[in-house]
């Protein structure tokens, strides 16, 4: 027990120092202003003065979670309390992924090296200057892979699936991107809790884990008239995919055709893409391989510009996770079929999910090509987890075939 506690106080000395380290070399202010520069943080902050009674529209793109974060902040000391929460969630989520990986490695080593590929991408550093939600949906992440990984073998639990739905819930609340998540584990949790043939008791844990997801679906009906998480699939679609489409069909830049695209009606969207599929699919896969390669947007006041001493170093970071993507790609998949024909489903799932839940990130993400790898961010825990245990997983049994060879060839021996 001592020794745990010892290593938790080294990894949380060392995301500490690695942080400040980080924010002393960028010199980025810490102030309302570049906190709420983007659009995107300018709408979340929209629905956090909502909280306060100004009217706003932005509660139809923007579910409520991450706003009441805001607020809390704002409670505890202004634009520093967001700030100062956002540095707990980045901090935290290193502690749960340092925490997945030894319950599932039991390599302690390995585990460090998994905290410290985290700490070191410095986009996720600089994303909690800014009002964003990717902090705290890696946060939420790294809590997932960690109740994950605290019960392999209990994956037809029905405790285990309440507390899976609920995370998940709190996941859909600060990101729609994960809906259909939520929606797949609500029926594998029906499935489990209908065949376990549950009391009154079991099945209110399952309502109260679906309750964020509930109230902001009766918010939504309530306030908009639209039985939806959010609005904002709509929007991105038609102001990020499509406006970058039109834009390259025309040899123009995305900005000289914003106005233009955005004055578009919904049937006028609909035809575009019904006379462009090919050159949308084009232009979603083009995005999705940029995504996954470029810099930081976060580097510099105001954001979106070239930071000559760090913007290489996010670029080589992701350069470098792009070609271990490239190869696990080929890995996960292989060593997932081995085990499972071993009957080691349990061990496998968590890996399996990770993965899969990676690359739905990766893949969404091609809905914009111009954010950096803002939007890629969020699933850093995932993989570094699901990497790291397969590699512990290969020296482990690459271990105890040399000390098994090395049995038989001593035996031999006069």
């Given at each position: ?223 908009h008239d639209e039985f939806t ?106 060593f997932v079929l081995l085990y ?75």
């Amino acid at each position: 027990m001592k020794r745990k506690i010892a290593e938790l106080v080294l990894l949380n000395v060392g995301l500490a120092a690695v942080y400040f380290y980080f924010f002393s070399q960028l010199n980025l202010p810490v102030d309302s202003e570049y906190m709420y520069s983007t659009p995107d943080a300018q709408s979340y902050e929209a629905v956090a003065l909502w909280w306060y009674g100004i009217p706003t529209q932005a509660t139809s793109i923007r579910p409520l979670l991450y706003p009441m974060i805001n607020v809390i902040g704002w409670t505890i000391a202004g634009f520093k309390g967001v700030w100062s929460l956002q540095i707990l969630f980045w901090i935290g989520a290193g502690n749960f992924l340092f925490l997945a990986v030894r319950n599932y490695s039991r390599n302690t080593f390995v585990s460090f090296i998994a905290a410290t590929v985290y700490a070191l991408n410095l986009s996720l550093v600089a994303a909690t200057l800014h009002a964003l939600t990717e902090v705290t949906t890696a946060f939420l992440l790294s809590i997932l892979i960690w109740l994950a990984s605290k019960h392999p073998g209990k994956f037809t639990d029905t405790k285990f699936h309440a507390k899976i739905l609920f995370v998940v819930a709190l996941l859909v609340v600060t990101k729609p991107l994960f809906y259909p998540l939520f929606l797949i584990e609500l029926c594998i949790a029906l499935v489990i809790f209908i065949r376990k043939k549950v009391n009154i008791t079991q099945i209110g844990f399952l309502l109260l884990a679906s309750l964020p997801v509930m109230l902001q679906l009766s918010f939504m009906k309530y306030k908009h008239d639209e039985f939806t998480i959010s609005k904002i699939s709509d929007i991105t679609y038609h102001q990020y995919l499509v406006t970058d489409t039109y834009a390259e069909l025309i040899g123009g830049k995305r900005n000289e055709v914003d106005d233009f695209v955005f004055s578009w009606t919904p049937h006028e969207v609909d035809s575009f893409t019904k006379e462009h599929r090919m050159e949308i699919f084009l232009m979603f896969a083009k995005n999705i391989g940029k995504n996954l390669v470029t810099g930081s947007p976060f580097l510099t006041k105001p954001i979106m510009r070239e930071n000559k001493e760090w913007s290489p170093y996010t670029r080589s970071y992701n350069w470098v996770a792009r070609n271990w993507h490239n190869l696990f790609l080929w890995l996960v998949p292989a060593f997932v079929l081995l085990y499972m024909r071993r009957r080691q489903n349990h061990w496998m799932l968590p890996l399996l999910a990770s993965f899969v839940l990676t690359w739905y990130i990766f893949v969404t993400s091609g809905i914009s090509g111009w954010q950096g790898d803002r939007l890629i961010l969020c699933a850093l825990p995932l993989w570094i987890f699901c990497y790291t245990t397969l590699l512990a997983f290969q020296l482990s049994v690459l271990r105890n075939m040399f000390i098994l060879l090395q049995r038989r060839f001593f035996r031999k021996l006069p």
